[in-house]
């Protein structure tokens, strides 16, 4: 059982859009920055977006994230096939010191 | 470039330790904090450790509090994860990986990851 919750799967047709949501309580996305991590199968996962809403350089701005008081979510837009992967949320919990993910959600592109 | 090479992965029998290693480079690695995190089989990422840049602050997870130890030697720009009494629920690839600030959860870099497995 994650601390973060998010869909276990969403889906859409390339060029579509999708958002994947991320709750949490007061104690972690509430008063933390929210980051969220791409994994394709295989590979280890890569930063997507920091800060809640901020791209490391080399991420395409059809990446967006936002936070809302106790969630977040990432946006993605223009779907291409290269999209599907798993995606997870991650920030701090300030009363149990420690890191946090979602249970991540697998993206598939129809 | 900026690389993280864990190593001392394998096959262990539960009860039995293993010592994890990560050889970084193409940054300053006494400026950052870094962490492991792992990953069993067809599950999702499960944080381990964090441990700050000087080494004077850690945190870890309940799941392995008490067993493993993080450390780090900046000198010799490595990161290590002392791993005791190992059970079966630590079978996972562990990952090595880089954040730049301590207030929040930024985790830039990530190793290629090493598998443990702790079967009898």
């Known amino acids: 059982q994650s601390v973060l919750t998010q869909p276990p799967s969403v889906s859409a047709a390339p060029g579509q859009k999708v958002t994947i949501s991320c709750s949490g309580s007061s104690s972690n996305i509430g008063n933390n920055y929210v980051s969220w991590y791409q994994q394709v199968p295989g590979t280890a996962p890569k930063l997507l977006i920091y800060?809640?809403?901020k791209r490391p350089s080399g991420i395409p701005d059809r990446f967006s994230g936002s936070k809302s008081g106790t969630s977040a979510t990432l946006g993605i837009t223009g779907l291409q096939t290269g999209d599907e992967a798993d995606y997870y949320c991650?920030?701090?919990?300030?009363?149990?010191?420690?890191?946090?993910f979602g249970g991540g959600t697998k993206l598939t592109v129809l | 470039e900026v690389q993280l090479v864990e190593s001392g992965g394998g096959l262990v029998q539960p009860g039995g330790s293993l010592r994890l290693s990560c050889a970084a480079s193409?940054?300053?690695?006494?400026?950052?904090?870094m962490n492991w995190v792992r990953q069993a089989p067809g599950k999702g990422l499960e944080w381990v450790s964090i441990i700050s840049s000087s080494g004077s602050t850690i945190y870890y997870a309940d799941s392995v509090k008490g067993r493993f130890t993080i450390s780090r030697d900046n000198a010799k720009n490595s990161l290590h994860l002392q791993m005791n009494s190992l059970r079966a629920e630590d079978t996972a690839v562990y990952y090595c990986v880089r954040d730049p600030s301590w207030n929040t959860v930024n985790l830039d870099y990530w190793g290629q990851g090493t598998l443990v497995t702790v079967s009898s």
């Open positions: 800060d809640n809403n």
């Open positions: 991650g920030t701090w919990d300030s009363s149990l010191s420690v890191v946090v």
């Open positions: 193409g940054f300053t690695f006494s400026s950052y904090e």
